[in-house]
């Protein structure tokens, strides 16, 4: 009677475990919220008048979104990524360009206070396609993974603040442009079991996004010039959300 109620036992851990597998032909698709946080560094402002001018920079603010990722288990310990979301939107700003033209000689009062702070807002997408290795038996409810893989990001729908292409102080910008980027991808995560089909998972990417802005710079008095700034973005991405196993 022992044996038939232990061999019953294991059976049933047996087959609990299958029904939380990891198995090739599965699909997992999540959904939760995706927070970028740009690692930015950037080059000087340029212009077509001055060069590139001494001590400016532009910086790229934080935004979070819906994200979506769904994983195609293709073997045992590997599965296809794909990452996509909500288009994310971002505050740029500009710093020490007011102080870099007060420097230039320009007609008394142009740049004073007229163009640090926030410059302009803009979206994007950063569609990605990962190749994913999990570490543990596909049984375990527990399966943290890692990711390697590529990265699309469209910019668009750039908008200059008012302040900034309308400047009382003679210096305001138009025309705002930033290239898209392909970049490299790297992930970690897991996903923990919470019934039959139903996961927890948390994620964290770093993602190679590089672009170059560029607009037009009209200065009261002077004319008109290109102005741009090279930016490498770099974000951390965090994902924290649900998954469901098809």
């Known amino acids: ?48 008048l ?19 990722t769904g994983t195609f288990i293709v073997a045992p310990h590997f599965g296809i990524e794909i990452l996509a979301a909500t288009p994310f939107s971002h505050r740029v700003n500009i710093k020490g360009v007011d102080a870099a033209l007060g420097g230039l000689g320009l007609p008394a009062g ?8 926030k410059f302009a807002d803009v979206k994007h997408l950063p569609p990605t396609i990962s190749a994913q290795y999990f570490f543990l038996n596909s049984k375990s409810k527990f399966q943290p993974y890692v990711g390697l893989g590529l990265n699309y990001t469209w910019f668009f729908d750039e908008h200059l603040t008012k302040r900034q292409k309308d400047n009382a102080d003679g210096v305001s910008f138009s025309n705002l442009s ?15 079991a919470l019934s039959d089909n139903l996961y927890l998972n948390a994620a964290i990417w770093r993602i190679d996004i590089k672009t170059k802005a560029t607009a037009n710079l009209t200065i009261k008095g002077v004319g008109t010039t290109k102005v741009k700034v090279d930016v490498d973005v770099d974000p951390w991405v965090y994902f924290f959300g649900v998954g469901y196993k098809f």
């Open 50 to 68: 001055t060069g590139r001018l001494d001590g400016t920079k532009a910086t790229v603010g934080d935004n979070t979104q819906l994200g979506l």
């Open 1 to 48: 009677m022992r044996k038939q109620i232990l061999a019953a036992s294991i059976a049933a851990i047996a087959m609990s475990g299958a029904a939380f597998a990891h198995e090739p032909g599965e699909v997992i698709l999540r959904a939760g919220a995706a927070h970028v946080a740009p690692n930015d560094s950037s080059s000087r402002i340029g212009t077509g």
């Open 178 to 192: 930033l290239s898209n980027s392909w970049g490299w991808a790297a992930q970690a995560g897991a996903d923990i």
């Open 110 to 117: 142009i740049g004073a206070d007229g163009a640090d702070g």
